[in-house]
């Protein structure tokens, strides 16, 4: 049984920054993309960002250059680094596990708030 596990979210001013993460149990790690998804209130969930198990990232444009992907294999755990937010960042962030690129997830985290506010 797969467990993806986030943490890191919380309220935050707008230029500010968070880091996600994400503690991944129950599988071989290593070997599948990984990645992270958001949904605002009244919004349809989006992939914000992915990475291969050979650390190949892809961004949705509205966070190229702001966000980083990352994953640290021998932790099981993979990052999301978010700078410079802005209040259309604010949502409920999940981890997800694929198994192969632009496949949908077979596996998601319970999510975790991250609000971006003055």
């Known amino acids: 049984q797969v467990q993806l596990v986030e943490s890191g979210g919380g309220l935050v001013q707008p230029g500010g920054s968070l880091r996600l993460s994400c503690a991944a149990s129950?599988?071989?790690?290593?070997?599948?993309?990984m990645g992270w998804y958001r949904q605002a209130p009244g919004k349809q969930r989006e992939l914000v960002a992915s990475?291969?198990?050979?650390?190949?990232?892809n961004y949705t444009d509205s966070v190229k250059g702001r966000f980083t992907i990352s994953r640290d294999n021998a932790k099981n755990t993979v990052y999301l680094q978010m700078n410079s937010l802005k209040a259309e960042d604010t949502a409920v962030y999940y981890c997800?596990?694929?198994?192969?690129?632009?496949?949908?997830?077979?596996?998601w985290g319970q999510g975790t708030q991250v609000t971006v506010s003055s």
């Open positions: 997800t596990l694929h198994t192969k690129v632009d496949r949908p997830p077979v596996s």
């Open positions: 129950g599988t071989i790690f290593s070997i599948f993309v």
């Open positions: 990475i291969t198990n050979y650390g190949r990232t």
